[in-house]
């Protein structure tokens, strides 16, 4: 199970950190992804770290912007969201993959578990 939090309200240029804290015991195993969906869209990969923590990958759009970590010892895993624009406008999903060999899967359907979402709104 997967519960995100973190999200809110933010002008243009803020920042906002989003967390999605993990149950179970395997977590250190999986691949941890942040996607995100806004309103009449398809949902989009945002980034995506490492079982090890050691790689990560980012969508182009959030690239320099954004950045993912995780700590093991918690079970969460983080998505620190600098400079925000009005078009990151979206409700964020946590999603955990079993397979913590591959390398880190930008696709939805490669992920086997989500969170429920938490929204982020950027006022312009």
């Known amino acids: 199970q997967l519960v995100e939090s973190g999200g809110g309200l933010v002008q243009a240029g803020g920042s906002l950190r989003l967390s999605c804290a993990a149950s179970?015991?395997?977590?250190?195993?999986?691949?941890m992804g942040w996607f995100r969906q806004a309103p009449g869209n398809e949902r989009e990969f945002v980034g995506g770290?490492?079982?090890?923590?050691?790689?990560?990958y980012y969508a182009d759009s959030v690239k320099g912007r954004f950045a993912i970590s995780r700590d093991n010892a918690k079970n969460t895993v983080y998505l620190q969201m600098n400079s925000l624009k009005s078009e990151d406008t979206a409700v964020y999903y946590c999603a955990g993959r079993w397979n913590s060999l591959a390398k880190v899967a930008t696709t939805s359907g490669d992920y086997n578990y989500w969170g429920q979402g938490t929204q982020v709104t950027i006022s312009s």
């Open positions: 179970g015991r395997a977590f250190s195993q999986h691949q």
């Open positions: 770290i490492s079982a090890s923590g050691y790689t990560a």
